[in-house]
Nanobody, 119 residues
Framework: QVQLVELGGGLVQPGDSLRLSCAAS????????MGWFRQPPGKEREFVAS????????VIADAVKGRFTISRDNAKNTVYLQMNSLKPDDTAVYYC????????????WGQGTQVTVSS
């Protein structure tokens, strides 16, 4: 069993940047493909980004492509989501998730961290 904890959320203004981190424990994240989802207020959870176990391959949702970047540091057992040029529509609870390989469901989830973008 792997446990995931998201850190780095907060209140920012449009155009600002923010970096979220996902710290894992119980297992090495090198065994997992990792991802980020978000849930805006009153809306369904949506995919944001994913990264392969090696870090060689990433997928970014169209809504955030060109602004968000996912990365991982297996030595630190941590996954990151760098968010630039933030917009009010980016306001959501952001969740870190893990799966054993592409083609399987995301099985493990963190508690989430709130990101609010407002002027």
């Amino acid at each position: 069993q792997v446990q995931l904890v998201e850190l780095g959320g907060g209140l920012v203004q449009p155009g600002d940047s923010l970096r979220l981190s996902c710290a894992a424990s119980g297992r090495t994240i090198s065994s997992y493909a990792m991802g980020w989802f978000r849930q805006p207020p009153g809306k369904e959870r949506e995919f944001v980004a994913s990264i392969s176990r090696s870090g060689e391959s990433t997928v970014i949702a169209d809504a955030v492509k060109g602004r968000f970047t996912i990365s991982r540091d297996n030595a630190k057992n941590t996954v990151y989501l760098q968010m630039n040029s933030l917009k009010p529509d980016d306001t959501a609870v952001y969740y870190c998730t893990a799966r054993e390989r592409v083609g399987l469901d995301y099985r493990y989830w963190g508690q989430g961290t709130q990101v609010t973008v407002s002027s």
